[in-house]
C-alpha cells in the first residue's frame, strides 16, 4: 500500500505561482510512476503532468507546458508541481497519483494509488 498525501494549493492571484507536493509512503517509491490530475466544476478529471521513476521523462498537458513543471526527489519520498503563471482556468482540485512502473504513465485508469487532493483557486 502506498499513501499519497498532497498540499500545497490554496488561493492565488492570476500571474502567480504555487508549488505543490504529494509526499508518499513506503519504501520503494522510487519505483514508482507518479502524474498530477486536476479535475475542475462540473469538468472530468484530467492529466496535468507525468513523471517516469528517474526523472529523466516528463510529459504535460499542452494547458500547461511553459508554466508547469514535474519533478520528483526519489531521496524524499515527493513529487513536486511548480506551477508559474497561474491563470483562472487553472482552478481545480489537483490530484496526485502513483503506480509501480519505471516508465512514464499518462492515462488516469492505469494509476493504482491516490491522494486526496488539494485545492487550487486563482482569481482574476
Same mark, same amino acid.
Given at each position: 500500500?502506498? +499513501?499519497?498525501?498532497?498540499?500545497? $494549493?490554496?488561493?492565488?492571484?492570476?500571474?502567480? !505561482?504555487? /508549488?505543490?507536493?504529494?509526499?508518499?509512503?513506503?519504501?520503494? #517509491?522510487?519505483?514508482?510512476?507518479?502524474? %498530477? #490530475? /486536476? +479535475?475542475?466544476? $462540473? *469538468?472530468?478529471?484530467?492529466?496535468?503532468?507525468?513523471?517516469?521513476? !528517474?526523472?529523466?521523462?516528463?510529459? =504535460?498537458?499542452?494547458?500547461? *507546458?511553459? /508554466? #508547469?513543471?514535474? !519533478?520528483?526527489?526519489?531521496? *524524499?519520498?515527493?513529487? &513536486?508541481?511548480?506551477?508559474?503563471?497561474?491563470?483562472?482556468?487553472?482552478?481545480?482540485? =489537483? &490530484?496526485?497519483?502513483? /503506480?509501480? !512502473?519505471?516508465?512514464?504513465?499518462?492515462?488516469?485508469?492505469? =494509476?493504482?494509488? %491516490?491522494?486526496?487532493?488539494? +485545492?487550487?483557486?486563482?482569481?482574476?
Amino acid at each position: 500500500q502506498v +499513501q499519497l498525501v498532497e498540499s500545497g $494549493g490554496g488561493l492565488v492571484q492570476a500571474g502567480g !505561482s504555487l /508549488r505543490l507536493s504529494c509526499a508518499a509512503s513506503g519504501r520503494t #517509491f522510487s519505483i514508482y510512476a507518479m502524474g %498530477w #490530475f /486536476r +479535475q475542475a466544476p $462540473g *469538468k472530468e478529471r484530467e492529466l496535468v503532468a507525468a513523471i517516469n521513476w !528517474s526523472g529523466g521523462s516528463t510529459n =504535460y498537458a499542452d494547458s500547461v *507546458k511553459d /508554466r #508547469f513543471t514535474i !519533478s520528483r526527489d526519489n531521496a *524524499k519520498n515527493t513529487v &513536486y508541481l511548480q506551477m508559474n503563471a497561474l491563470k483562472p482556468e487553472d482552478t481545480a482540485v =489537483y &490530484y496526485c497519483a502513483a /503506480r509501480p !512502473s519505471i516508465l512514464q504513465i499518462t492515462t488516469q485508469a492505469d =494509476y493504482t494509488y %491516490w491522494g486526496q487532493g488539494t +485545492q487550487v483557486t486563482v482569481s482574476s
